[in-house]
């Protein structure tokens, strides 16, 4: 959500921050800008600049082409692509915000929460407000504050402006990243972060910084990860790192490895596609890393994680929610351990009460989601308020960036190692979820059973030691059936042109599996779906069959096999057409439409069930000419509550 750019160096810097926004437009795409300041000839006195600002709604291609047009000179800038929270997705709220003189320009991700107090303080006291944004208080406070200064006569100079941010800062509440730069100090830039992302790359003579590593890996592999509460100032010559009580901090660079932050979208039409297509190495590299021959399966998780669990609660939204739905069938079905899923968004403002020996799970793929964090970070403090150690928190973080804001918050992680994904849409880190459960599953199973408690009707050694057979022939499965649906789906999209509803059914431990199918057809197609355990149909939702209404089905042979082939029927009785996920055999003769599916374990079905969910819903979106990467309304890494 939102992405922030600045680079302070010898080179041009406008090129560079449309650059870098490039690497970030899937982060938020409603409008962007940028702000740079050109050093002016000063005959001997003070250092002055000039700042230009351009900004541009909607697509970075228009504050491109506005750039080409009028351009921006100089070696210091800030950029910005946004995605609303504030105020409409206009050019007026768009950043960089300015001061009332235009000397002073601020980009930031996050919220300011007591914008609206600060907002009448300073409207008081005579401030024009240009924007309906939270940010545009910031320059505002900050002109004040550099007035202020000037007045006591302190030198215009870098260290100027850093002591202003500096003190500034304790007047903003919230979660916030932000980069500024000021005319009157042009070799200056400060940027600053409390509980959101940022970045800082050390180039040859020049920095970049940014809010996240797609914007950096093209620049260089050298980083410094800012750490919350810290300000720095970066000029040509050096960094200086305070921390937020303003002492100079020391910290070693570290370096980007991999191709795995790069974005490049390969011979694809799209990144989701690509992503999509990139599953079965997802999978092959989790076998490698977690299936080692003569082993069950092995997780860099200390034994903490595990010891004395008697209850498990996961706390996700979206896709990585219904990751966890799977992952809670698991946790309960294979190894025995009562799991509870929750709404992160929900979950802070009605916890359930406290149950001792629980291990908290927090799944994120971002591990930037605001409402994961803020239930995670209640949870551990009311636990860590409790005194007792059986309530004790323990925490583990899921998520595809171990270096995120929940790798900060929680105590263990586990990565899934997905590699970096660029459309909007989650498919390849949900499969990185889901084997991330297969793991922990697995894991609590052989330690719960070596204890002696496993419980009867539980999966034996000998099964779960054929699943760990399944899972290795997973990447290939799963390359195969990636490829024939990629087929499929594109011949069937055709057919969903006047759609406007669809109902996915599933049950049991495909029912996640139908709401994901419908979230991820309404979040790019923007027809309407609803996911539903199939048993619930004849409950109500049967009202909506007709023949204009199709029904997406996922029948796997297993405990609900049959129960779920006679919900189907009850909807072809409703004239509605059936599209059957489900293995060819004279059972699923009764769907319209067979995506067929090859046979595995039942508890292993919703890695295989997932992909003609996602292709499904690209093909409709594609086919519809949608911008299925960019899709309207949506932000890759959502980090507002
Ligand atoms: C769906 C999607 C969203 C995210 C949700 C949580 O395709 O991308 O529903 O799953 O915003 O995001 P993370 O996993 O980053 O916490």
């Not at 006195?45 to 351009?54: D, K, N």
């Not at 409790?386 to 900060?408: Q, V």
């Amino acid at each position: 959500m939102c992405g922030i750019v600045a680079l302070i160096g010898s080179r041009e810097a406008a090129p560079q921050l449309l650059e870098g926004l490039r690497q970030l437009e899937y982060r938020g795409y409603d409008s962007a800008g940028i702000a740079t300041v050109e050093a002016l000839p000063n005959g001997g006195g003070a250092p002055e600049g000039r700042l230009h600002c351009l900004k541009a709604e909607g697509k970075l291609l228009n504050l491109t082409a506005r750039w080409e047009e009028q351009g921006a000179a100089g070696h210091c800038g800030i950029g910005h692509t946004r995605w609303a929270t504030h105020g409409k997705p206009e050019e007026r709220n768009a950043h960089p915000h300015l001061d009332g003189s235009g000397q002073l320009a601020v980009v930031q991700n996050g919220i300011i929460e007591n914008h609206r107090s600060l907002r009448e303080l300073l409207q008081a006291e005579g401030v024009m407000f240009r924007s309906d944004t939270d940010t545009e208080v910031i320059p505002h406070l900050l002109a004040r504050r550099l007035d202020a200064l000037e007045k006591e006569g302190h030198l215009i100079d870098a260290a100027l402006l850093l002591r202003a941010v500096q003190e500034v800062l304790p007047l903003l509440h919230g979660a916030y990243a932000l980069a500024v730069v000021w005319a009157k100090a042009p070799g200056a830039l400060v940027v600053a972060r409390r509980q959101a992302p940022l970045l800082i790359g050390l180039g040859e003579g020049e920095f970049l910084c940014a809010s996240d590593t797609p914007a950096l890996a093209g620049f260089t592999r050298t980083i410094l990860p800012m750490e919350d509460g810290e300000v720095a100032l970066l000029t040509p010559l050096g960094i200086e790192l305070y921390n937020a009580t303003g002492e100079r901090v020391q910290r070693n660079p570290s370096l980007l490895t991999g191709t795995e932050h790069v974005a490049d979208k390969r011979s694809f039409r799209h990144f989701m596609l690509k992503e999509i297509h990139e599953q079965p190495e997802t999978a092959a590299l989790w076998v490698a890393r977690h299936l080692p021959e003569g082993a069950l399966v092995a997780l860099p998780l200390d034994e903490a994680v595990y010891c004395g669990v008697e209850r498990i609660q996961i706390l996700a939204c979206g896709t990585s929610r219904h990751a966890a739905q799977v992952g809670a069938y698991l946790l309960e079905q294979v190894a025995g351990v009562p799991t509870t899923v929750f709404y992160a968004s929900e979950f802070r403002y009605a916890p359930p009460p406290l149950s001792p020996h629980m291990l908290t799970i927090g799944v994120t793929q971002s591990g930037e989601t605001a409402d994961t964090l803020a239930a995670l970070t209640m949870e551990q403090q009311r636990r860590q308020r409790h005194g007792d150690p059986a309530y004790a928190p323990r925490m583990l973080g899921i998520t595809n960036r171990p270096e995120s804001s929940l790798g900060r918050l929680v105590s263990h992680i586990l990565d899934i190692g997905a590699g970096i994904e660029v459309g909007v849409a989650a498919t390849k880190t949900f499969m990185g979820q889901l084997l991330a459960f297969y793991g922990l599953a697995l894991a609590f199973a052989e330690r719960r059973a070596a204890a002696g408690l496993r419980q009867p009707g539980l999966p034996d050694h000998g099964r779960l030691m054929a699943l760990v057979a399944q899972l290795r022939e997973l990447p290939a499965l799963l390359q195969a059936l990636v490829e024939d649906h990629d087929r499929r789906c594109a011949e069937l999209a055709h057919l969903f042109t006047d759609t406007q509803d669809v109902i996915f059914l599933g049950r049991g431990i495909n029912y996640p599996i139908a709401m994901e199918g419908a979230l991820k057809l309404k979040e790019i197609s923007y027809i309407h779906a609803e996911g539903y355990p199939a048993g619930e149909m004849k409950h109500g939702p049967i009202a909506l069959l007709d023949a204009r209404v199709p029904v997406v089905s996922i029948a796997v042979p297993g405990t609900v096999f049959d129960k779920v082939l006679s919900n189907a029927q009850e909807a072809k009785a409703r004239d509605a057409r059936l599209i059957g996920v489900a293995p060819a055999c004279p059972d699923t003769e009764l769907f319209d439409t067979l995506l067929p599916l090859p046979i595995v374990d039942e508890l292993l079905s919703p890695l295989l069930t997932v992909i003609p969910m996602q292709l499904l819903s690209y093909h409709i979106a594609a086919h519809r000419g949608l911008d299925v990467d960019q899709p309207r309304n949506l932000a890759k890494s959502v980090t507002v509550e």
